[in-house]
Nanobody
């Protein structure tokens, strides 16, 4: 069973950049597809980005395309989310999630497909 720990959140000004990380332990990292989700105050959790087990395929929510980049380093058991051109609407708790490849299938944006979640890291973008 994999455990996930996010880090790298913080306070950034609008237009700035931030990179959050997700460190995995307790499982075979490459066995999992990985995703980032976020939840803003008073809103439902939403899909941000996902990456397949080898890192060759990435998927993004429309509002993140061109601004966010997801990546993974299987040798370090770590996934990253580079966030550029941040705006106050990006303020949220960012969660990383892992899903067994066979369960994820092609449904990378579906929260229900991910069986393992981190505790989240707060990202706050000031105007």
């Amino acid at each position: 069973q994999v455990q996930l720990v996010e880090s790298g959140g913080g306070l950034v000004q609008a237009g700035g950049s931030l990179r959050v990380s997700c460190a995995a332990s307790g499982g075979t990292f490459s066995a999992y597809a990985m995703g980032w989700f976020r939840q803003a105050p008073g809103k439902e959790r939403e899909f941000v980005a996902a990456i397949n087990w080898i890192g060759g395929n990435t998927y993004y929510a429309d509002s993140m395309k061109g601004r966010f980049t997801i990546s993974r380093d299987n040798a370090k058991n770590t996934m990253y989310l580079q966030m550029n051109s941040l705006n106050p609407e990006d303020t949220a708790v960012y969660y990383c999630a892992a899903g067994i490849r066979a369960i994820i299938g092609g449904s990378y944006s579906s929260m229900q497909k991910y069986g393992y979640w981190g505790q989240g890291t707060q990202v706050t973008v000031s105007s």
